[in-house]
């Protein structure tokens, strides 16, 4: 048995999080076909058909691989949260490069105001969540770290 049959390998922590077999995992969106608007992930359908929520178009949403660079839009530095979790850490919403908002962690800067700018570029990273299933699976997640 190989290592890589040994080991199986992480699960994405969210549903828009790629993870293909032959490539570096990636971030996925929607972008409509009309209004060139994006979206972070899949568009949930309304009445049986997906429906960009810019424009109103039907149906002309097409799946877009989201930029793995931006900047930072908001933050809150978290200095108190559920046990186990350590902190302080800083809980960021980037708006991605070439389109779609995302909140996650930014991590590799100090938690102060005065390490972080607003605009500041980020860049998005995959790294274990830290947690498994009951199975023992692993799981891959995004965060953020200053470009």
Sequence with gaps: MSLAEAVPAPKPIVRC?????????????????????????????TGGKRVCARCGGIETLTPVRLADTGTLYNYTIV???????????????VKLDGGGVLR?????????????????????????????????NAYLSYFFTPA
């Design 79 to 93: 200095h108190r949260s559920f046990p186990g979790t350590a902190v302080p850490f800083i809980s960021a919403i």
């Design 104 to 136: 996650g962690n930014l991590i590799d800067v100090e938690p102060t105001p005065e390490a972080l700018a607003f605009d500041m570029p980020v860049r998005v990273v995959f790294r274990d969540a830290g947690r498994q299933d009951k199975d023992g």
């Design 17 to 45: 999080l790629r993870i293909p077999d032959d490539g570096p995992p990636y971030l996925e969106g929607s972008k409509c076909a009309v209004c060139e608007e994006v979206f972070v992930g899949e568009r949930p359908p």
